[in-house]
């Protein structure tokens, strides 16, 4: 069966400092992944999403980055955190079909102070 | 715009049968998914629909009209443990997944 790992499961982190969250997928091959943030009580965000190694697709412009070293690994990235970054972030796979439902990981909260 | 309107908040009874409505106004259409998703925690996929009619998944059952831009999540029998948030989110012309707030479900015993 098909897993997905995030972490870490909480992270506080200063203002100006680099975050990276990371994102494995086992069970399954060539998946597509996405990163998504959800705000208190809103909708949830897309922020990346990738069909395969190297290729990332970009939703909205950001202080983040991500990258797919790996078919089954998906990092979030930021050089210099803002205080609008903080927020739960979420991995997310797909099959390659439209249908294919999105499963999550379990989400990290990111509180930037 | 795209949009997706869903109630912010709703209350049952335990035992007792709740609807959620989602409604939406999207560029194109090819797909409506709903999702659980517990306090501080992931979602978690419940339904799909494409076509019009209703889809039933033992307590939960989903529906969808295409021509009328609604679809509905039905519960029954509910148990406390149903308390969550309830997403919609659906699939645009561009197969972008465009999502609603979510549906506070409050589940009184």
Not at chain 1, 5 to 22: I, N, R, Y
Not at chain 1, 38 to 49: I, K, N, P, T
Not at chain 2, 33 to 56: C, I, K, M, R
């Amino acid at each position: 069966s098909q897993t997905i790992h995030q972490w870490p499961a909480t992270l506080v982190q200063p203002v100006g400092s680099p975050l990276s969250l990371e994102c494995t997928v086992e069970g399954t091959s060539n998946p597509n992944l996405y990163w998504y943030r959800q705000a208190a009580g809103r909708g949830l965000q897309l922020l990346f999403y990738s069909v395969g190694i190297g290729q990332i697709s970009s939703e909205v412009p950001q202080n983040l980055s991500a990258s797919r070293p790996q078919d089954r690994q998906f990092i979030l990235s930021s050089k210099k955190l803002l205080l609008s970054d903080s927020g739960f972030y979420l991995c997310a796979w797909s099959g390659t079909e439209p249908s294919s439902p999105l499963h999550f990981g379990n989400g990290t909260r990111l509180t930037v102070t | 715009g795209q949009n997706i309107d869903q109630p912010t908040e709703m209350t049952a009874t335990e035992g007792a049968i709740v609807q959620i409505n989602c409604t939406y106004q999207t560029s194109g259409f090819n797909g409506l998914f709903w999702y659980q998703q517990h306090a501080g925690e992931a979602p978690t996929f419940l339904s799909y629909n494409v076509l019009d009619g209703l889809e039933e998944k033992g307590r939960f059952s989903s529906f969808l009209s295409r021509s009328k831009g609604y679809s509905y999540l039905l519960l029954k029998e509910l148990q406390m443990k149903d308390s969550a948030s309830y997403l919609c989110a659906v699939l645009d012309s561009n197969y972008q997944l465009i999502w609603g707030a979510g549906t506070k479900l409050i589940i009184k015993p």
